[in-house]
């Protein structure tokens, strides 16, 4: 049994640690640590400080320099109670050996505490076996930094060969078992697909968007059925999918796990067989928390990562949501209503050419425009059945 660096379950105590570079702000570095802080959160720890340095890179032995490292040192020991570092960009092996060995902290990098979350969120065999494997891929270039110790598991006469180091064992063992989760997942995945080919002829929409842009919300709202829904990130990792009914046309409507910056690559890969349903999908309703201070790069990590499962060409709705909070952050009680409903003109003028018309504005927390959106998904629905199915069509009028 390997014995891998856990946060999930415990009450910790962070500090955060971010990098910034030559091609970054201030300001950029503190809007990742937000989200940082609130991914630490989401895990169940509580964060009381925050470092930063601006290097032109990050050393290779230590990411950040030992002056730096000192002071983190310092704070630590000052503060008595801090009980896990957690740094914004990917680490090393060596530097978490290193980082650990300068602060006398628990170290662990962004991609961990994803995984550690995706870990505790994992409900069925896929996400679970999805979780893992991912884990295992994060792990296996890591082995010095990320284990204490290993147990053997079937040891004995012929377990380890001859003159190999414990190290080489634990490659191999890391190698053996990432093999058999693929195989695994293979086999889930067939099942899946058969799942998905006895759907029919119904045409097909996913919510997608950044985590915790109110994608389960909506699917509440629009499905009326009841998918776990909360404010932490990556609430939903397990697509789930409803047949909705719009005026005697049928379609079915999925919600599949959110996008986020840096999201881990071992990650995405190892979900690439959930993401299948983004891939098979006929429409794409891409949720946007438009109340957020950087929702437009939100839109555009959530588009690159559609580009890259190969989906970016699919008919998309994007939707903005949480209008309610939008006009709460930016509108006082003193603006003149005129120039509060120019403001708004102004925004959905813009969003309206960038996507073509192809955009609603709805806050499925206060049932805004919801007809409004039911309405739109519904012509774009049946403009599909007309291309695809037109046989079928003259049903759903």
């Not at 660096?5 to 201030?26: F, N, R």
């Not at 884990?135 to 003159?163: A, D, N, S």
């Not at 005697?248 to 959930?274: A, N, W, Y």
Request: proline content about 2%.
């Amino acid at each position: 049994m390997i014995e891998k660096k856990k946060i999930s379950g415990v009450e910790e105590v962070a500090i955060l640690v971010g990098l910034i570079q030559k091609d970054q702000t201030e300001q950029q570095v503190t809007e990742y640590l937000d989200e940082l802080e609130f991914l630490a959160e989401t895990a169940g720890a509580k964060t009381i400080k925050r470092f930063t340095q601006r290097m032109a890179h990050p050393d290779s032995k230590t990411f950040l320099g030992k002056g730096k490292l000192e002071e983190i040192k310092n704070y630590i020991l000052s503060k008595g109670n801090v009980t896990l570092v957690i740094f914004d960009d990917e680490l090393s092996g060596a530097q978490i050996i290193n980082i650990e060995k300068a602060i006398e902290m628990k170290a662990i990098d962004r991609s961990d505490l994803i995984l550690d979350i995706f870990a505790g969120r994992a409900k069925t065999a896929q996400a679970k076996t999805q979780v893992e494997l991912a884990q295992y891929q994060y792990i296996l270039p890591r082995l010095k930094g990320m284990w204490k110790h290993l147990e053997r598991q079937g040891g004995g006469v012929g377990t380890r060969g001859p003159g190999e180091t414990e190290i080489e064992t634990d490659r191999r063992i890391v190698k053996d078992k990432i093999t058999l989760l693929r195989k695994r997942l293979a086999e889930i995945e067939k099942q899946s697909v058969t799942q998905r080919k006895e759907r029919g002829e119904f045409i097909r929409v996913a919510f997608v968007g950044y985590t915790n842009v109110g994608k389960s919300t909506l699917m509440n709202v629009l499905s009326k059925s009841e998918v776990f829904a909360e404010n932490k990130l990556f609430a939903t990792l397990d697509t789930t999918t409803r047949k909705v009914v719009f005026e005697q046309t049928p379609f079915l409507l999925s919600d599949t796990v959110g996008f986020i910056r840096k999201l881990p690559h071992h990650l995405v890969e190892s979900f690439k067989s959930t993401l299948a349903e983004v891939k098979e999908s006929d429409i794409l309703l891409h949720v946007v928390d438009i109340s957020h201070p950087k929702y437009e790069e939100q839109l555009e990590v959530v588009n690159k990562t559609l580009a890259d499962l190969g989906a970016a060409d699919k008919p998309t709705i994007t939707i903005f949501n949480k209008m309610d909070q939008f006009e709460s952050i930016t509108f006082d009680q003193w603006l003149e209503e005129d120039v509060k409903q120019g403001i708004l003109k102004e925004l959905k003028d813009k969003w309206q050419e960038e996507t073509k018309g192809n955009c609603v504005f709805v806050s499925a927390t206060e049932r805004t425009n919801l007809d409004g959106l039911r309405q739109t998904i519904l012509n774009k629905v049946r403009d599909v059945y007309q291309i695809r199915y037109p046989y079928k069509a003259e049903y759903f009028y």
